[in-house]
């Protein structure tokens, strides 16, 4: 296979380093902090453990940042650039669409679909149809329809037809994917293997991580949870959200209430003020303007005050307080940002930039706090 210009005229310890690349991206490691910032030039810099690195002279059109230390990003010339370990490679010489997630890092260039796997920047389709949804992805799967109409998903190195025809209402979250087949067959394709689970379409449905809610025949939830079936006798609501392994969703009598391990518990007596639902979080506030959240089957009262804003990741709340400071909480842990006011921050994987003074950023990254002038 022709290697991308990614790799071209570089070193040797580059092969190392992308392989180092991808075992971290595939092995499902923790995320490190890496993040954008301009100085008072414009100047685009990307913090990356503990250091600045200047990437751009001028701002940039567009960026994604990953949870494996890449960034990347479309230049002021239109190229498609990734950063990795204080180095800026050219990936296509024009602004091609491109995606991140937690561990793949895609783009699709006219009919070509490339995807960085095993140290290399691997075609997986040379026939894509553009259009509106027809290219879907998740954590761990990349799903598309070809000019022959055929649907394809792309899983752990390898590529495979899932269905000769038309499919529709495809959905993907993290390692999860669900679809309607010609025939009106409930499908997912999980752990490398598509099968039916039912042979009728549900009203609704909605995938995560190891986990689908949907609608069966009698109006009720059932669940689908790693790789097993679980029927309910709970009523359908109008409004649930899924995150990784759960379900928050408001009870028929107004509840906030989550469906975890196969249990229901109530969160509160009335429905929230404002609610975030993302990954493995619930953040949300009550009538009495109080701030809570829930996280991994554990409910927590952060605040006895509704925060000025909040901002939710995979297991990170960042929040201001009543005068403007700022504050989180972290894997299960209640953390101080910021002991001084700051009125504009970003929230990137579990990297925080915000600043206090004119020309100055500072990035909070493992509850320590950079600054750079």
């Known amino acids: 296979m022709q290697k991308n210009n990614f790799f071209d005229g570089h ?97 699709q260039n006219f009919n070509q679909i490339k995807v960085l796997f095993d140290n290399e920047f691997k075609t997986i389709e040379t026939f894509y149809r553009p259009g509106v949804d027809s290219l879907y992805y998740g954590d761990s799967i990349i799903a598309w329809t070809n000019t ?50 039912e042979t009728y379409e549900p009203a609704n449905f909605e995938p995560n991580r190891d986990f689908i809610a949907y609608t069966d025949y009698y109006s009720n939830f059932k669940y689908f949870y790693k790789g097993e079936l679980f029927e309910t006798q709970q009523p359908v609501v109008n409004e649930y959200w899924t995150g990784e392994g759960f379900m928050a969703y408001i009870t028929l009598q107004k509840q906030l209430a989550v469906y975890y391990k196969n249990e ?16 493995n979080l619930i953040a949300y506030t009550d009538a009495g303007k109080n701030f809570w959240c829930w996280y991994k ?12 804003s909040f901002e939710v990741d995979n297991d990170i709340i960042v929040y201001q307080d009543l005068d403007g400071r700022l504050k989180g909480f972290y894997y299960g842990e209640q953390v101080e940002i910021s002991d001084q006011i700051v009125k504009k921050y970003n929230l990137y994987n579990e990297a925080v930039t915000y600043s206090i003074q004119p020309f100055e950023t500072k990035v909070w990254c493992n509850k320590k706090t950079f600054t750079f002038n």
């Open 264 to 279: 229901v518990t109530v969160l509160m007596q009335d429905r929230p003020q404002k609610l975030i639902v993302k990954e």
């Open 11 to 107: 070193y040797s310890g580059m092969r190392y380093l992308f392989v180092f690349l991808l075992v971290s991206m595939y092995n499902g490691l923790s995320a490190q902090c890496i993040a954008p910032f301009q100085d008072f030039n414009n100047f685009v810099y990307v913090f990356d453990a503990g250091q600045s690195n200047l990437i751009e002279n001028l701002p940039l059109r567009s960026y994604k940042v990953g949870r494996a230390n890449i960034f990347a990003y479309i230049a002021t010339n239109n190229r498609l650039k990734v950063y990795y370990r204080g180095k800026t490679y050219t990936v296509n010489d024009n602004a091609a669409n491109y995606y991140m997630t937690d561990n793949f890092f895609l783009y």
């Open 297 to 308: 089957g554990k409910k927590y009262w952060l605040e006895r005050y509704i925060p000025l």
């Open 148 to 197: 022959l109409g055929e649907f394809n998903v792309f899983y752990n190195g390898q590529t495979q037809i899932v269905e000769r025809n038309e499919v529709s209402r495809v959905k993907i979250q993290d390692n999860v994917m669900t679809w309607i087949d010609l025939s009106g067959n409930f499908k997912v394709f999980y752990r490398g293997e598509a099968r039916t689970i």
